[in-house]
């Protein structure tokens, strides 16, 4: 699959609601799609991409956010961004796909529509596997 680029719905069966992460900046020129995968570079919330060193997960985008080009989105701190954390529906990396070996483990997101593979490249973050179900896997967050 490829990067995300319009809002989707997503099955939740685990959501943490009472711990959801939040940023307050979103990178210049960005759109955080609803329910697309999403990670803090240097302070700024952009969409997740495979690879990129010094990112640290958020979740789920819970809204969509559209950053101007050029200039980063600030949101105020009464209002920031909000990012679901729990277990939710993904596909699966063709030629890369995770087993029933991996329940219970590490599993990695390829792009911002949180397509799962079983090998891990330079700086991937990562979610536990937690089923096979319907040829989605379960991931959590």
């Known amino acids: 699959m490829a990067q995300q680029t319009s809002d989707q719905v997503r099955e ?16 210049a020129a960005q759109i955080l799609y609803e329910n697309a995968l999403t990670m803090l570079v240097a302070g700024k919330a952009r969409p997740y991409v495979s ?12 809204n969509h956010y559209e950053a101007p080009a050029g200039a980063d989105l600030v949101l105020v701190n009464d209002s920031p961004a909000v990012f679901k954390r729990g277990v939710a529906a993904c596909a699966g990396k063709a030629g890369d796909l995770p087993t029933d070996l991996l329940v219970g483990k590490a599993v990695y997101f ?15 973050l990562s979610g536990t596997l937690r089923a096979i179900k ?5 991931v959590e967050i």
Do not use: C, Q
């Open 12 to 27: 939740f069966w685990a959501l943490p609601e009472a711990a959801p992460n939040l940023a307050h900046t979103i990178l």
């Open 51 to 62: 690879g990129a060193a010094g990112s640290t997960m958020l979740g789920w985008s819970r």
């Open 110 to 124: 390829d792009d911002s529509s949180g397509t799962v593979k079983a090998t891990a490249a330079a700086n991937d």
């Open 134 to 138: 319907d040829g989605l896997y379960e």
